[in-house]
């Protein structure tokens, strides 16, 4: 690269005849111009700022720095907003970067949920009016908290949802017959086996979901005659025995459809 004519310092009267700026392919460089010694040359900027495209439809703002981002959407238009400081409007796709928060990560709404697969999320003091789900292959995908987990307002709920629980019926014969049902929660209907008056019989729910700490509660919900029984459960590792007990003055030959429920509890 030759120096322009006359030079320096340039003489506005003249013409500046210098040659012409090398080509490059690399679209990190810069033109830049000394006016002092009437000069143009490419050089690689100490601080890069650069809009580029990764070649799939998506373009990004760098400037040296980590977390500026520039986006387009579906219809090619550039969008901003702001999510931790980072220009960004629409969705943010992270890939496999993790998002982290010190603060309180507020959504108005998650569309359709938030899931996590086989990984954790961890925030401090999330607000959401829409569904977070966590999915995993093993039990330690789990949502935990060090406070207090509440359901606030009149129809908010704490409980399984469609898909949890199952129904089994117990073989014919005897109330003392073993079923097996590994779900949180379900029906078992019994057998309609004559039960004596202020007699107690026991079968064997077995039920991979059960830890000897948990607390298993069984409610009779149908069949038979309501309030004539008493219920008690005595779980165990994979298992738990359940214990009916005819309180009436008379003989009962019933099946009851009892519902129940597993919950997790541990002595420390």
């Not at 490419?42 to 700022?49: D, K, S």
Request: net charge neutral; with cysteine; hydrophobic share 40%.
């Amino acid at each position: 690269m030759s120096y322009c004519t006359p030079c320096p310092p340039c003489d506005t009267e003249f013409p500046l005849l210098c040659e012409p700026l090398e080509t490059t392919a690399n679209g990190k460089r810069l033109v830049v111009e000394d006016s002092a010694a009437c000069q143009k040359t490419i050089q690689t900027p100490v601080a890069q700022q650069v809009l580029k495209t990764d070649g799939a439809g998506n373009l990004t703002w760098t400037n040296g720095a980590s977390g500026t981002v520039l986006r387009k959407d579906s219809t090619g238009l550039v969008e901003f907003a702001t999510l931790n400081s980072v220009l960004q409007s629409g969705p943010v796709d992270l890939g496999s970067q993790p998002l982290t928060t010190t603060g309180a990560l507020t959504v108005g709404s998650l569309s359709p949920t938030l899931a996590i697969t086989a990984s954790s999320l961890t925030v401090s003091g999330a607000t959401s009016t829409g569904s977070l789900s966590v999915s995993g292959a093993t039990s330690t995908a789990a949502i935990t908290s060090s406070s207090t987990i509440l359901a606030n307002g009149n129809s908010s709920k704490i409980g399984y949802n469609t898909g949890a629980g199952g129904t089994i019926t117990q073989g014919a014969g005897a109330k003392t017959n073993s079923v097996t049902l590994n779900r949180p929660t379900g029906i078992i209907v019994t057998d309609n086996a004559a039960l004596a008056s202020a007699t107690a019989v026991t079968f064997n729910l077995s039920n991979s979901v059960i830890e000897a700490t948990d607390i298993i509660v069984v409610s009779h919900i149908s069949g038979g005659t309501l309030g004539a029984y008493n219920f008690a459960v005595a779980p165990a590792a994979g298992n738990a025995n359940i214990v009916i007990r005819n309180i009436t003055a008379g003989s009962l030959s019933e099946a009851l459809t009892l519902r129940f429920i597993v919950i997790k509890s541990v002595n420390a």
